[in-house]
């Protein structure tokens, strides 16, 4: 018995990775759906369908709010709905990476030219003229700056950025103007977009995720977190202001995922919001949010991503660390990810240098790379069968 006990420690591993990939596989959202909590006042609840009272206990005379279990139907993607959200996925791809625009490689411009120049084809540009941001958000916006060469030279790089004051968080706006000769029916689908760079989250962000809302004004992460929702809401009132023919609509990935919806439920300008493999948020920020907004709450995953593979995946450090504790609140479209998966890790590796241990582990899990801004474009651009470089 004792030689057969090292290759049982070899096997086990190997086979609970295989359960864990078989349950990935095997797992229909369509069957199973998704328990998230979300805090409504009373009357709401009575008035709002598909709101289930939790077993929480009875409400007493000063209580204002309640938390109810809310059950969404996961949905899979169709080639219309694709189509859609494509632009958002793309604004909030190039929100999050500035290498991408400045790089010298070849291979890099490439890939950045022609995915503006689809943006282009949809009337969507980004918004480079100071003049065109509201008079009081100029002083944090940055049209360009100098960037070093390796020729030695130095060159301009396009930055296009608003950053929210004493935060890591920025915003690149889009302006999409139908033709002015256009009926007005058509017209009304002009659009600015807000899309928010929030991957490296910071205390403010993470308490987004996983701390109530404060009450009252405190010297903490979570109050610093509730002026920068203040400060995306001014500027989204600016802007409505500014282009009040154009809808409003903001989008982002992951932290910029949770950070969008909640200035979807802190903002009355943002019509819509469009995120991607996003984290959810704290029930207490979406307190008093209506059905018909959180209608407008557009999320899409990667099928296998961290936020949706994690509870079955054995081998996730996300696993054996700890969950993330909140469920995102609206039903998310379902983007399979097979047959994908050697053209994720090359679009993966335009952006990331990962050391040969990290890579290591992301190739086996799959994951990470799965959750990545990379996974999310390829999986977008492969469906639609979009003729464009990788």
């Given at each position: 018995?004792?030689?057969?006990?090292?290759?049982l420690?070899?096997?086990?591993?190997?086979?609970?990775?295989?359960?864990?990939?078989?349950?990935i596989?095997?797992?229909d959202?369509?069957?199973?759906?998704i328990?998230?909590?979300?805090?409504?006042p009373?009357?709401?609840v009575q008035?709002?369908?598909g709101?289930?009272?939790?077993d929480?206990?009875?409400?007493?005379?000063?209580d204002q709010?309640?938390?109810?279990?809310?059950?969404?139907v996961?949905?899979?993607a169709?080639?219309?709905l694709?189509?859609?959200?494509?632009p958002?996925?793309?604004?909030?791809?190039?929100?999050?990476?500035d290498?991408i625009?400045?790089?010298?490689?070849?291979?890099?411009?490439?890939?950045?030219?022609?995915r503006?120049?689809?943006?282009?084809s949809?009337?969507?540009?980004f918004?480079e003229d100071?003049?065109?941001?509201?008079?009081?958000?100029?002083?944090?916006?940055?049209?360009?700056?100098e960037?070093?060469?390796t020729s030695?030279k130095?060159g301009h790089q396009?930055?296009?950025q608003?950053?929210?004051p004493?935060?890591?968080?920025?915003?690149?706006?889009?302006k999409?103007?139908?033709?002015?000769?256009s009926?007005?029916?058509?017209?009304?689908?002009?659009?600015?977009?807000?899309?928010?760079s929030?991957?490296?989250s910071?205390?403010?962000?993470?308490?987004?995720?996983?701390?109530?809302?404060p009450?009252?004004?405190?010297s903490?992460?979570?109050?610093?977190?509730?002026?920068h929702?203040?400060d995306?809401?001014d500027?989204?009132?600016s802007l409505?202001?500014?282009?009040?023919?154009?809808?409003?609509?903001?989008?982002?990935?992951?932290f910029s995922?949770?950070?969008?919806q909640?200035?979807m439920?802190?903002?009355e300008?943002?019509?819509q919001a469009?995120?991607f493999n996003?984290?959810?948020i704290?029930?207490?920020?979406?307190?008093?949010?209506?059905?018909?907004?959180?209608?407008?709450?557009?999320?899409?995953?990667?099928?296998?991503?961290?936020?949706?593979?994690?509870d079955y995946n054995?081998?996730?450090?996300?696993?054996?660390?700890?969950?993330?504790?909140n469920?995102?609140?609206?039903?998310?479209m379902?983007?399979?990810?097979?047959?994908l998966?050697?053209?994720i890790?090359?679009?993966?590796?335009?952006?990331?240098?990962?050391?040969w241990?990290?890579?290591?582990?992301?190739?086996?899990t799959?994951?990470?790379?799965?959750h990545?801004?990379?996974?999310?474009?390829?999986?977008?651009?492969?469906?639609?069968k979009?003729?464009?470089?990788w």
């Amino acid at each position: 018995m004792h030689h057969k006990s090292p290759l049982l420690l070899i096997t086990a591993p190997i086979l609970l990775y295989s359960i864990s990939l078989f349950s990935i596989a095997g797992t229909d959202p369509q069957e199973a759906g998704i328990i998230a909590e979300l805090t409504l006042p009373q009357e709401q609840v009575q008035a709002d369908s598909g709101i289930e009272p939790s077993d929480a206990p009875e409400p007493q005379e000063n209580d204002q709010q309640q938390t109810y279990k809310r059950k969404t139907v996961d949905y899979r993607a169709t080639p219309e709905l694709l189509l859609e959200r494509y632009p958002y996925a793309l604004m909030s791809y190039l929100s999050e990476i500035d290498a991408i625009l400045t790089s010298e490689s070849p291979e890099k411009q490439i890939f950045a030219i022609f995915r503006i120049s689809y943006l282009g084809s949809r009337h969507f540009q980004f918004v480079e003229d100071p003049e065109a941001i509201p008079e009081k958000w100029r002083p944090h916006f940055m049209a360009t700056r100098e960037q070093p060469q390796t020729s030695g030279k130095a060159g301009h790089q396009i930055v296009v950025q608003i950053t929210i004051p004493n935060s890591n968080i920025r915003i690149r706006v889009f302006k999409q103007t139908v033709d002015e000769d256009s009926s007005s029916e058509a017209h009304a689908e002009s659009r600015i977009v807000l899309a928010l760079s929030g991957e490296k989250s910071n205390e403010a962000l993470q308490c987004l995720v996983t701390q109530p809302r404060p009450t009252k004004t405190v010297s903490s992460a979570c109050s610093l977190a509730v002026k920068h929702l203040q400060d995306i809401t001014d500027l989204a009132d600016s802007l409505k202001s500014m282009y009040p023919n154009h809808s409003l609509e903001i989008t982002g990935y992951s932290f910029s995922g949770a950070l969008a919806q909640a200035a979807m439920s802190a903002s009355e300008s943002i019509d819509q919001a469009y995120i991607f493999n996003s984290y959810g948020i704290h029930p207490s920020w979406l307190e008093g949010v209506s059905e018909n907004k959180l209608a407008r709450i557009h999320h899409s995953y990667v099928e296998g991503s961290l936020l949706h593979g994690q509870d079955y995946n054995l081998l996730s450090r996300y696993s054996r660390w700890k969950l993330p504790p909140n469920k995102v609140v609206v039903a998310g479209m379902k983007i399979p990810s097979s047959g994908l998966e050697s053209h994720i890790r090359h679009i993966y590796k335009l952006n990331h240098y990962d050391s040969w241990l990290d890579a290591l582990y992301n190739y086996v899990t799959s994951i990470w790379i799965l959750h990545s801004k990379e996974s999310v474009l390829r999986a977008f651009e492969a469906h639609l069968k979009l003729d464009l470089p990788w």
